[in-house]
C-alpha cells in the first residue's frame, strides 16, 4: 500500500542544480529509512542517497558527496534530493524507495528524469 511519488526533475546545464522531491504515503514515513536511487542509460539501478528515520545521519555513493543533500520532513511526508554542481554522468531516472526493502517485489514507481547536458 505504500505510495512514492517522485517529481522535480528537467533538464540542467553542467554545473546546475535541481531538487527532487517524493510524496509519501500509506506507510509510517518518519521511522523508516529512505533513499534516492537512479539508473543511467546501460547501467543498474544504483543506490544515491540513504536517510534514515528518528533523525539518523545521511549517507551518499562516492560519486555525489559534497554535492548532493538528502533530506526529508516528516511532518510532510516528503523527501528531497539537492543535487548541486550536477554533471552529465548524473543523468538518470531518480527514484526514492526504502533502503530495506523485498528485492522481489516491483515497488518501484515512476521515477522522475534527470538530463545534465550542454
Known amino acids: 500500500q505504500a505510495r512514492l511519488v517522485e517529481s522535480g526533475g528537467g533538464l540542467v546545464q553542467p554545473g546546475g542544480s535541481l531538487t527532487l522531491s517524493c510524496a509519501a504515503s500509506?506507510?509510517?514515513?518518519?521511522?523508516?529509512?529512505m533513499a534516492w536511487y537512479r539508473q543511467s542509460p546501460g547501467k543498474e539501478r544504483e543506490l544515491v542517497a540513504v536517510?534514515?528515520?528518528?533523525?539518523?545521519?545521511?549517507d551518499y555513493t562516492d560519486s555525489v558527496k559534497g554535492r548532493f543533500t538528502i533530506a526529508r520532513n516528516d511532518a510532510r511526508n516528503t523527501l528531497f534530493l539537492q543535487m548541486n554542481n550536477l554533471k552529465p554522468a548524473d543523468t538518470g531516472l531518480y527514484y526514492c524507495?526504502?533502503?530495506?526493502?523485498?528485492?522481489?517485489?516491483?515497488?518501484w514507481g515512476q521515477g522522475t528524469q534527470v538530463t545534465v547536458s550542454s
Open positions: 536517510i534514515p528515520g528518528n533523525r539518523g545521519n545521511p
Open positions: 500509506g506507510f509510517t514515513f518518519g521511522v523508516r529509512t
Open positions: 524507495n526504502f533502503r530495506y526493502r523485498d528485492p522481489e517485489v516491483d515497488d
